[in-house]
């Protein structure tokens, strides 16, 4: 089975996923910083994977890490090894830290969010409307980060005034390119970050999901401070960075494809439609680190190893010919059906997905209803991917607003 090796810099996704597929079902490959591990490339495979109790989150079973194969300094290390929560564990451990977080998440408790994020996404368009006319804006920069950064944090509870530092420590946290040295010290700094956050509000709870993990632990839960800590920052990371990266992967697709564009505009197309095609054909998670094989397991015609690392390839998974057909390379807004599974599948699948596509399902109609002439600044193909092999995450969305509705030209 010949290796892929990940590109750090990300500069050809698309090819890099077809070249994934092209391997079969499951493929051998090369994280930065030269760690081997094997990624699952086919829908029907990786949801098989994502439902298989001998595939675990339990790091102790990589055999690399036993044999201190993996550096406390690799750059991907805070992704491979984030510390005790939800994330990191399984069965029993997984349901007692999942269940408030997913209780908080429902469907219907989500919803009652609509009225905030409708609030927040005015604000920023007003912002933006407000800025000098004729000059390119980066839309990522002051529309798609600014809300969901927003919302999950006044869901979790995390002062406005903190979100500048998130922002640098995430940057770094993601990336390949932060320099080895840095590692332990970022991942430090994170972990006083939000420990702080969780001090202050262990002393001026509030009405928020930090407050209630708290008071959890304290009336019989068992939840360990670290558990806490690290739960708020999964969740902080996880909630802002996929609903960014959804809203900069929609405009972009709209963009590049003019007819079904005007159709969505005309009401021709649902918004859901955009959303869903989106998820699937330019999914926000290029690759999910990771778990780990208990045993030997059957794989199509190849073998995932005892002790092996094991990827979740959702960039190449999103376009399988053999779950989507002829057209998977194809953007399709009218696509049905669309049984994607860009948040995952099984225990661990997102909790946060209702959120993302109702922060999504909001933001983008009022976008375009307010800026109908919104164009790119820029040839989509100069624009360039952050170097993340696991977010699919743009450095910015220059475009050119154009009139706002309503405003004479």
Not at 134 to 151: C, H, I, R, S, T
Not at 325 to 341: E, K, L, Y
Not at 358 to 385: K, M, S, T
Request: charged share 25%; aromatic share 6%.
């Amino acid at each position: 089975m010949t290796r892929i090796a990940l590109d750090p810099f990300v500069t050809d996704l698309d090819g890099e996923s077809a070249a994934l597929r092209a391997a079969g079902p499951l493929a051998e490959v090369e994280l930065p910083g030269g760690v081997h591990v094997y990624a699952v490339t086919r829908h029907a495979e990786a949801r098989a994977l994502l439902t298989d109790s001998r595939v675990v989150k339990d790091i102790n079973v990589w055999g690399a890490w036993q044999r201190g194969e993996i550096p406390m300094d690799w750059p991907l290390i805070g992704l491979a090894n984030p510390g005790r929560s939800m994330l990191t564990v399984d069965g029993a451990d997984h349901r007692r830290l999942r269940t408030l977080v997913a209780q908080a998440l429902t469907v219907k408790r989500v919803e009652r969010l609509r009225a905030g994020i409708e609030a927040l996404t005015n604000a920023s368009l007003e912002k933006l409307a407000a800025l000098p006319a004729g000059q390119p804006v980066d839309l990522k920069a002051e529309f798609a980060y600014p809300l969901p950064m927003n919302v999950i944090s006044e869901l979790m509870g995390v002062d406005a005034g903190d979100h500048p530092r998130l922002k640098e420590l995430f940057e770094k946290f993601f990336s390949t390119q932060t320099p080895p040295e840095e590692v332990p010290q970022m991942m430090a700094d994170l972990g006083t970050l939000f420990t702080k956050i969780v001090d202050d509000k262990r002393t001026n709870p509030g009405d928020d999901l930090t407050s209630a993990l708290i008071a959890a632990s304290e009336d019989g839960d068992h939840l360990t401070d670290e558990e806490i800590v690290n739960t708020l920052q999964l969740i902080i990371a996880a909630g802002h960075e996929t609903t960014i990266s959804l809203i900069v992967n929609v405009v972009e697709a709209l963009q590049t494809h003019p007819e079904q564009r005007k159709q969505v505009l005309n009401g021709e197309i649902g918004w859901d439609g955009v959303i869903e095609e989106t998820l699937r054909w330019n999914t926000p998670t290029s690759h999910v680190l990771i778990r780990f094989a208990t045993e030997d397991i059957e794989v199509g015609d190849k073998i995932l190893p005892k002790g092996e690392g094991l990827i979740i390839s959702f960039g190449a998974l999103g376009r399988d010919e053999e779950q989507y057909g002829p057209t998977a390379g194809d953007f399709d807004a009218t696509r049905t059906p669309n049984r994607h599974i860009a948040f995952g599948h099984g225990p661990h699948v997102c909790p946060g997905a209702a959120l993302s596509r109702l922060e999504a399902g909001i933001a983008l109609p009022a976008l375009y209803e307010r800026f109908p002439e919104l164009e790119l600044a820029v040839p989509a193909a100069e624009l360039r991917n952050k170097p993340i092999v696991t977010q699919n995450d743009l450095y910015e969305l220059p475009v050119e607003l154009g009139c706002p509705f309503g405003h004479e030209k």
